[in-house]
């Protein structure tokens, strides 16, 4: 079983989480015996947080309650408030996390928070264009590791700047291997152009079960 902690956090983005929250939870196009996943929202503390859209999310666990493992997933979604010393915690987890082969996915403001403790040094990753993690962190020495592109895939490590959402939802299926190479590619067309042809394209791929 692959669990995934989805950090939720006061001011957080809805909107950058909301494909790949979607599939991983709803399970519609996952490939026949694709492993299990256990998803699971973590916050600083167990108080309720609102995000910036409105929605009130109580968290299911702390961030002391990670387990650290090879078969874990943590997810950081961005945020107006990072900068907090509270989330200091689940960063300092997401640092154990790398270490161990556990996968780190972040997005937006929280490339800033990984920069700014010093994980994004030494390991291939983007944010919000050039000069973002300068700019928030004069601690970041990682500009010899930046890449300009909307999600960017290191290993176990996937980050993106606030309009990569979409491509750092399929890089994060991917890691997980939980759709099939073709319904992966014919989801990320539909969404990206909203042809109809890849919708198609996309049902053809399910398994019988999940097609009807």
């Not at 699971?40 to 309650?65: F, H, N, Q, W």
């Not at 943590?74 to 161990?100: C, F, Y």
């Not at 990206?192 to 791929?205: D, S, V």
């Amino acid at each position: 079983m692959f669990t995934i902690y989805v950090y939720v956090l006061d001011s957080l983005a809805d909107w950058e989480m909301g494909h790949v929250m979607a599939e991983i939870c709803s399970k519609r196009f996952f490939k026949k015996n694709a492993q299990s996943v256990l998803l699971k929202t973590v916050g600083y503390s167990e108080k309720p947080i609102r995000t910036m859209g409105g929605l009130t999310v109580v968290p299911d666990c702390v961030a002391d309650d990670i387990v650290v493992s090879e078969t874990s997933m943590l997810i950081l979604p961005g945020a107006d408030s990072w900068n907090d010393p509270r989330h200091g915690a689940v960063i300092e987890k997401a640092g154990q996390m790398l270490s161990s082969g556990g996968a780190v996915c972040a997005i937006c403001g929280a490339t800033a928070a990984l920069a700014g403790y010093g994980l994004l040094d030494n390991r291939i990753h983007t944010s919000n264009g050039p000069g973002f993690l300068e700019m928030i962190c004069p601690c970041y020495k990682g500009q010899n590791f930046y890449t300009d592109k909307p999600s960017v895939a290191d290993g176990n490590l996937i980050t993106a700047s606030s309009t990569g959402a979409l491509q750092w939802a399929k890089q994060i299926i991917e890691y997980l291997d939980v759709f099939e190479a073709k319904t992966l590619e014919a989801w990320y067309n539909y969404f990206r152009t909203g042809k109809p042809e890849h919708f198609f394209a996309l049902m053809q791929t399910l398994p019988a079960e999940n097609s009807n």
